[in-house]
């Protein structure tokens, strides 16, 4: 029974967590804490300007352009009655420190627990519990690094696991000129815990570049993101049985988005995740894989956002965000 349950549950994760990519445990890592992020494709590191407590999960040193003071919560629904629930406090100490809790919880709906001949013992909801702590630092006016520790627990059923990661990131941003710059190394470590004796699960390391540049006569931002740089063989996404060729590999790690500033408060954006459009189609998706979109509302002290994108073949994912600066 214990191997039919994991097994049940590695299938379904696999699917949430990335179209039906690289073989990972812990898929709340991967998952985005923005729909800002979700509705430019997902994978974006650069967006300084946001000022969203929830952009410094996708890059620590993002942490030190968020208010000084700044509540962050977000919920996203995912197939097959899953759902994404994350939380971000940040505070700021001086012109330089900032620091953040974090918290996360992906939930990947009721399954059936069965054993090894399919015979029904009962349901249970595996889910993936994510608890951190962040901090950046202003290096000078334009260069903020930043680093978050994160306690990562599995429970499936009876079974569970824990691991420990750490992302590192740095950032270049000229508010004057809108440009940014950044650089990541996300969930590095290890399970410490496994569900059973034996192998250990990968976490799953991302190494990402990406930039963000504001266009000069127009009220357009364009963000382009080079994600899991350390990938390059097919064996490391979903090709159906094919071998990737040299351009094709190279456009799996291209995640494009475009911000439209229709007021100082309103924003509309839209994604395009290449692999993840790939690996949908592959796997039978429509046309429309690998895009996404949304629009943020951002007042004063309080910011609302919403989200549009797929993350598996049986159904769309939406996403709500709000913020509070105190």
Known sequence: MKKALLLTFFALSLTIAHGQGIASSFSVLRLPASTHIAALGGEHISLASDNAPSAGFANPALYAGVEPMSLGLQFMTLPDGGSHFGAQYVHAFGNRHTAAITASCL??????????????????????????????????????????LKFVSSQYGDYNSLALAVDMG??????????????????IGRQVKTFEEGERQH????????????????????????????RW???????????????????????????????????????????????????????????????????????????????????????VNASYTF
């Not at 941003?173 to 950044?182: A, R």
């Not at 988005?257 to 309103?266: F, H, R, W, Y």
């Not at 943020?296 to 549009?308: I, P």
């Open 233 to 319: 063989k097919s064996k490391d996404y979903f090709t159906a049985g094919k071998k990737l060729g040299f351009a094709r590999l190279a456009a799996n790690h291209v995640t494009v988005g475009v911000d439209v500033l229709l007021s100082q408060t309103i924003t509309v954006s839209a994604g395009y995740n290449a692999r993840r459009a790939y690996e949908l189609k592959q796997a039978g998706g429509s046309h429309w894989a690998g895009l996404s979109g949304g629009i943020q509302l951002s007042l004063r002290r309080f910011c609302l956002g919403l989200s549009y994108s797929q993350y598996a073949l049986s159904a769309n994912s939406l996403g």
């Open 107 to 148: 939930s990947y709906g009721s399954m059936d627990q069965t054993d090894e001949q399919g015979i029904k013992s009962g349901t249970f909801t595996p889910r993936d519990i994510s608890i951190g702590v962040g901090y950046s630092y202003t290096l000078t006016d334009l260069v903020s690094g930043g680093a978050n």
């Open 170 to 187: 740095l950032n270049y941003y000229d508010p004057d000129n809108d440009i940014s710059v950044s650089a990541a190394l996300l969930n």
């Open 203 to 230: 976490l799953p390391f991302n190494a990402v570049i990406g930039a963000t540049v504001g266009l000069a006569h127009a009220p357009v931002r364009i963000s382009l993101t080079l994600s899991d740089l350390t």
